[in-house]
């Protein structure tokens, strides 16, 4: 049977409060990763799902104003 979209983002936003992205921190370094490997869209479609207000998406995904604890890693330079 195929789900579709609309219900997978309902059932990621209707995740209980101790499930793995109970951590709102969590949630939004996971959106920068799913940013970086999937897009922006990608991010900002689980961003929404977990309840990330729409400034916070704004900021984080545009680097504007990112706590240095939640910037990308450098890549490491090739030897």
Known sequence: MHNSQIERRATAA???ADGPYADP???????????????????VEFLKG???HGAVI???LTGAQVRSSDQ?????SAA
């Open 14 to 16: 209707s995740m209980p």
């Open 25 to 43: 921190a969590r949630v939004v370094r996971q959106g920068m990763a799913i940013q970086a490997s999937l897009g922006t869209r990608s991010a």
């Open 50 to 52: 977990h309840g990330v």
């Open 58 to 60: 704004n900021r984080v």
């Open 72 to 76: 990308p890693l450098p890549e490491p």
